[in-house]
């Protein structure tokens, strides 16, 4: 399966010398605009019919009975897949081979774990008949009472949280710091279950030819999705082909197939058809991941001088009864502030929902808005302007391992956007500030921090006869722009212009990228692309250099360099030659090379490795109606090699608006007996519209860091929501007094705590 | 989606005719309906398509110096009619304080008038609802219900009414023309929205068949101009339903509050005019105390319906802040986030 992509470049971006931190603009942003990129559900190959998902309306039971017949008989009803009728699988769906292979529910059992869960598929010519004959099953439950929210049930410490971290860290004594500290601060916070809510839902069409298998379907990793479908049907991984060119969103909820995808490949085989599945709004509340409720619960200690004595972070978080993913929520207490005694901790409690999953910083975005609320309640315990609280407490080392950071310009992150938000004068005691309307303003801030992570993944270079190059690597393009990014990478990595090159990505039938989560798809996939490229160029310079008709001959691959399509030695810049002439004298129709990027160990063990950021935000409150307005964001950001400013300013942006967001508006309404969602759509989720979204400015403080990997980069995907929603909640206390530790916040308690 | 017959009848007596068979429903612009037929509430047999009815889009200025607004007239069209919005400010920045852009440039007069509750139960179809099925209860009740009623509510429902338009509506005594199969027939928007008590499905006064065919503004409507505002809290500045609103609208004479009208959203099944509160207000010098004392008035009868009780305190606020903006004077343009509180602010 190959991509066909009609990539821009813009011709004034065209450069020699390093394409490698240009703002490039976005190579696939005309085929979006124009309609042309081509995303999973617009695919329609011949004789496709469509399959619609029934789900569940209770939480937890069984279904006992579904009217078959009644939506067979519905004009265009195919089929309708339930565990009584469907393709074998080769593997239990329930079975966990991996701490990546989450359980989904392919009809296996006519069981019902959560609200919104598929309990059959049924496959017809039109949409429309699929999703009336899905509605024309009318199941009967066996219904059990649903364990709904943070007090559901018994609580448990979970074996390991994230990505296997330990779910207790302990580092010095908290007792002994309590105990020593003058003030004291011990406050509850609770985060909303959230939904990823990417644009484009979750989507697959599925095309069966024997037992080699097509897919067109969103990815965040298409080589994790094949090994799951591969065992998942008994075929082999090579005989699945994954088309994921474009995703609209991912933010987690596509890193792993889901249950959703899977069932359309099953319905493609048992009606021998290419069948299309796309989720409706409402069904992705569920299935595909969400961000668990957390209730945290911070104590501080702090001296006379203001430092810290003692930090205790404790999380408790919800998981599904049938799996296991554990938010790291306290995790975001380990790296921030220095401290003699840090303490985190987790508990989680099992409830009727589908299994939590990695939700865009998860861990740091619930974490951090606990965390920097509670430091901003102890800054304004000891009198302390927050800012100054921080620095105070800055850590230099990484409090609880002692490593050193590979590098950290927080203080400089600080230093500019107060400067530029104008932080100076800012009052300590909060409700001193009005705006010329009468309205309450507040100033608060918090720190942003991501841990700067390298999967594994792997790129193929190549350099052809006439000179030009290609880069291939199967990466995933959510939007956050790595057809841009990662093409400017592999110019450079084969020391070409960006018009000599091509980049292909997007698909499985390219070496593996590994999974584009974790803010590192641009720090793999770029060591990748980097790595292939200087091992292609060796082998160019193996052949000119061992050849005595070059010019080089005898310089060997240390003694030349690449530059603009040429080889140069480094001893005699003059003596040169070109890609072209050196295959063209050698008879070689092509060279190629490979190249992979993963973490160093090495250097991991050595230092602490994260993006750091300060975030400063202006609020206004109606000090009578409580109605807040978010109205100024400025936040500066350390994040290692910035590789394109325009992309990386917008994944900034996305990350400080989703911030505000979980601050004021995010929030998923369950109702606590049925354990259905209440506002499963995007009219009642609210997440900030344009008209909330404030001026914003983000700043990059630049950062040469030789430890993360070969190119220094850090990633930004994630780090704009830490810090921001901290932000905002501390901005909302010092306009009104008020503060409200249960996000998102919430117009009563504004209104009710102002007074008349 | 189910099957369905869908029409679309050439006059407006055939829509009667087609629309008066058990299982039909007008069709307007579907903002409403059809995410109703989405989610499974409304299975409707039959579409009657109202859009293409002659005469129905017209603003029309009425001899008596009246305002008659054809049922199909789009939200935004009627917003951003310059009379109209001279002449009724406040209704005019109702309108646009709903939806989105989008959403006002397709959806009618009639069908924002006859738009359903947002309660989310009702919107549910596992749970029980007696607007969906009389008898089966309110799982609303004791359910996730900050958003629900305050006045006006019973056992049966405590849902509200959503629309924005329809409350300075009906604080401006606007009258609703209705054809059905008996003919031609009035009503005060008053009277269109019905409270829920014994029979929450029967959410208004029309019977099947009727069309609502106009919007009728009367002649006194307009005295108001130059006091109008309308000022919605909602949980995010634009695209979200009120939590609570009000509409104020007064005619100030020699420094005295001559005339009266206020009306709230968000706060009952039906757009609520608060009589009592203009009661208060009439005669009397516009005042903060006045309109604190009209607010507690407009809320006498207020009670919670669940883990509301905020609303009744932020509904007497609404009806100070609206009063005193009304005071003041309408703004010259309508502003830039229309109802909103900080629509006071430059550059907002
Ligand atoms: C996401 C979202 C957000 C919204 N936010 C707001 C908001 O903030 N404020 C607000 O006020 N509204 C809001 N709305 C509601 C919107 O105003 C209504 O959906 C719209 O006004 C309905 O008009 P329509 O022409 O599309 O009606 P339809 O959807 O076609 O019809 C709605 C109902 O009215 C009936 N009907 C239509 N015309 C007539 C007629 N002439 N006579 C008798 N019955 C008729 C139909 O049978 C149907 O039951 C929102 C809607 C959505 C989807
Ligand atoms: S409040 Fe009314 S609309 Fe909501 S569930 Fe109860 S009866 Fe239905």
């Known amino acids: ?756 | 989606m189910m099957n369905f017959d869908y029409v679309r009848p050439a006059s407006v007596a055939d829509a009667i005719a087609e629309a008066s068979e058990k299982g039909a429903t007008y069709l307007a612009s579907g903002t409403n309906l059809l995410d109703l037929m989405k989610g499974g509430v409304s299975r409707p047999s039959r579409l009657v398509d109202v859009t293409r009815l002659p005469g129905l889009d017209r603003i029309e200025h009425l001899a008596d110096g009246g305002l008659r607004i054809g049922a199909l007239v789009r939200n935004a069209d009627l917003a951003h009619d310059a009379d109209f919005a001279r002449n009724y400010p406040a209704i005019a920045e109702a309108l646009l304080s709903g939806a989105s852009a989008q959403l006002r440039n397709a959806a009618t007069v009639g069908g924002n008038l006859m738009q359903r509750t947002r309660c989310a139960y009702f919107y549910d179809a596992g749970s029980a609802c007696n607007r969906r099925w009389p008898g089966a209860g309110c799982d609303a009740l004791k359910g996730e219900n900050r958003l629900h009623a305050v006045l006006g509510w019973s056992e049966g429902c405590i849902a509200t009414h959503p629309s924005d338009f329809c409350v300075p509506l009906v604080g401006l005594d606007a009258v609703v023309e209705i054809e059905g199969k008996g003919g031609r027939r009035e009503l005060p928007l008053e009277a269109l929205h019905r409270l829920p008590g014994e029979t929450p499905e029967r959410e208004t006064a029309l019977e099947r068949g009727d069309l609502i065919v106009a919007l009728r503004l009367p002649t006194e409507a307009k005295n108001f101009a130059g006091h109008s505002r309308y000022i919605k809290v909602r949980e995010r500045t634009s695209y979200a339903f009120a939590v609570v609103s009000a509409a104020a609208a007064l005619r100030i004479e020699d420094g005295k509050i001559r005339e009266a009208r206020l009306a709230l959203g968000g706060v009952a099944a039906k757009p609520w005019r608060a009589r009592g509160a203009e009661q208060v207000l009439a005669g009397a010098a516009p005042d903060a105390a006045v309109y604190r004392e009209a607010a507690r008035a407009a809320l006498a009868d207020a009670k919670p319906s669940g883990d509301n009780a905020f609303k009744i305190e932020l509904a007497q606020r609404i009806v100070v802040r609206a009063l005193t903006l009304a005071a003041a004077g309408t703004p010259d343009r309508i502003p830039a986030l229309p109802g909103s509180p900080f629509s006071s602010v430059a550059g907002a």
């Open chain 1, 1 to 756: 399966m190959t991509v066909e992509l009609n990539l821009t470049r813009d011709p004034a971006h065209l450069r020699h010398g390093s394409n490698i931190g240009q703002p490039l603009r976005r190579t696939d942003g005309a085929l979006k605009v124009t309609g042309k990129a081509r995303y999973a559900a617009d695919n329609h190959p011949p004789g496709m019919v469509y399959a619609v998902i029934a789900t569940s309306c209770i939480a937890r039971g069984r279904v006992t009975a579904l009217c078959v017949d009644a939506a067979k008989r519905h004009p265009g009803v195919i089929d309708v897949m339930t565990p009584a009728h469907k393709p074998e699988l080769a593997e239990d769906p329930d079975a966990k081979g991996n701490p990546f292979a989450f359980r989904m529910e392919l009809l296996q059992s006519d069981e019902v774990r959560y609200a919104n869960q598929a309990i059959a598929v049924v496959i017809a010519e039109t949409l429309e008949a699929a999703t009336e004959g899905a509605a024309l099953l009318s199941p009967r439950y066996q219904v059990e009472i649903a364990r709904v929210g943070l007090d559901a049930g018994e609580t448990y410490v979970p074996p390991a949280v994230g990505i296997g971290h330990p779910a207790e860290v302990r580092h010095g004594d908290i007792d002994a710091g309590l105990a020593a500290a003058s003030k004291r601060i011990d406050a509850t916070y609770e985060t909303p279950a959230q939904y990823h809510n990417a644009m484009e839902p979750h989507a697959i069409v599925a095309v069966w030819d024997g037992d080699r298998l097509f897919i067109d379907t969103p990815s965040q990793g298409m080589a994790m999705a094949q090994m799951r479908i591969a065992g998942l049907f008994g075929i082999p991984p090579a005989n699945i082909h994954i088309n994921s060119p474009f995703l609209g969103g991912g933010f987690g909820s596509k890193g792993l197939v889901s249950g959703p995808q899977v069932l359309g490949v099953m319905a493609a085989k048992l009606v021998g058809r290419p069948v299309k599945l796309v989720l409706r709004r409402s069904q992705m509340y569920g299935p595909v991941g969400h961000r668990p409720p957390t209730r945290q619960r911070i104590r501080i200690g702090t001296g006379d001088d203001g430092l810290l004595t003692a930090l205790e972070h404790e999380a408790r978080i919800t998981t599904s009864s049938f799996d296991d993913f554990y938010e790291p929520a306290a995790d975001a207490s380990h790296t921030l502030y220095a401290s003699p005694a840090i303490r985190t901790a987790h508990q989680a409690v099992r409830v009727d929902t589908g299994t939590p999953l990695f939700m865009r910083a998860p861990g740091e975005a619930t974490g951090s808005i606990a965390l920097e609320s509670a430091i901003d309640e102890a800054a304004f315990a000891c009198g302390i302007d927050p800012l100054e609280f921080r620095l105070k407490n800055y850590a230099e080392v990484e409090p609880t391992t002692g490593k050193p950071f590979s590098s950290k310009a927080l203080r400089q992150c600080y230093a500019k956007a107060a400067e530029r938000f104008g932080w100076a004068g800012r009052p300590l005691q909060p409700k001193q500030m009005r705006d010329e309307n009468g309205f309450l303003v507040g100033w608060g801030m918090g720190t942003a921090t991501f841990p700067a992570l390298m999967f594994q993944g792997n790129a193929r270079a190549v350099i052809r006869a006439d000179g030009r190059g290609v880069m291939e690597s199967g990466a995933h393009d959510m939007g956050q722009g790595a057809w841009t990014a990662l093409t400017q990478i592999s110019a450079d990595a084969l020391a070409l212009d960006l018009d000599q090159i091509s980049f292909l990505s997007g698909t499985s039938d390219l070496p593996d990228a590994g999974i584009a989560g974790g803010s590192a798809h641009t720090a793999t996939v770029g060591a990748a692309i980097h790595n292939a490229g200087a091992a292609v160029i060796a082998k160019l310079a193996e052949l000119a250099t061992s050849d005595e008709r070059s010019p080089l001959f005898g310089a060997g691959n240390a003694g030349v360099v690449a530059r603009a399509g040429r080889l140069h030695r480094r001893d005699d810049d003059a003596r040169s030659e070109s890609y072209a002439e050196i295959l063209a004298r050698a008879g070689v129709a092509e060279v190629e090379a490979s190249g992979t990027g993963a973490a160093d160990p090495a250097a991991q063990s050595q230092y602490a490795m994260h993006a750091h950021g300060a975030v400063f935000a202006e609020v206004k409150v109606d000090p009578e109606l409580g109605q807040i307005r978010a109205t100024r964001l400025v936040g500066a950001f350390a994040a290692g090699r910035i590789i394109n400013p325009l992309m990386v300013r917008s994944q900034l942006y996305g990350g400080m608006i989703w911030g505000l967001s979980f601050a004021l508006h995010e929030e998923a309404v369950m109702d606590k007996r049925s354990g259905r969602i209440l506002n499963a759509n995007l009219a009642e989720y609210h997440v900030p519209v344009n008209a909330d979204v404030p001026p914003m400015e983000v700043i990059t403080v630049d950062e040469h860091d030789p430890h993360v990997n070969p190119l220094g980069i850090k990633g930004v995907g994630e780090i704009g929501i830490t810090g921001s929603a901290g932000a905002v909640a501390n901005a909302v206390f010092h306009a009104t007094g008020i503060r409200v530790r249960n996000f998102p916040i919430k117009i009563e308690e504004v209104v009710m705590g102002l007074g008349g």
